[in-house]
Nanobody, 125 residues
Framework: QVQLVESGGGSVQPGGSLRLSCTMS????????MAWFRQAPGKEREGVGV???????TYADSVKGRFAISADKAKNTLYLQMDGLKPEDTAMYFC???????????????????WGRGTQVTVSS
């Protein structure tokens, strides 16, 4: 059973930066999809970025050029570096995982069976 725990959220001013971490434990698929999602109050959960271990990383248009996902496999940790934060980035951020199957590493939350509990990011002046 894969377990995911996010950390690193907080409150920042517009233009600031945060780095979120997602630590994974349990059985880790050798080939996997990892993703960051976010959900603002009253809105649907949306994909921020997806890591396909065989293809690479893709990002939502709203965060391209500002957010970057990286992974430290030795530490079983996924990171989300967020720069140039905007008030509209305010949301609960979640990491998610699924077993890799060709064509399924997509930013759709319904495709991921494993989730962390989330970490809150608030951007305001």
């Amino acid at each position: 059973q894969v377990q995911l725990v996010e950390s690193g959220g907080g409150s920042v001013q517009p233009g600031g930066s945060l780095r979120l971490s997602c630590t994974m434990s349990g059985y880790i698929y050798s080939d996997y999809c990892m993703a960051w999602f976010r959900q603002a109050p009253g809105k649907e959960r949306e994909g921020v970025g997806v890591v396909d271990s065989t293809v690479g990383t893709t990002y939502a248009d709203s965060v391209k050029g500002r957010f970057a996902i990286s992974a430290d496999k030795a530490k079983n940790t996924l990171y989300l570096q967020m720069d140039g934060l905007k008030p509209e980035d305010t949301a609960m951020y979640f990491c998610a995982a699924r077993r890799w199957i060709a064509g399924t590493c997509l930013p759709h939350p319904g495709g991921y069976p494993y989730w962390g509990r989330g970490t809150q990011v608030t951007v305001s002046s």
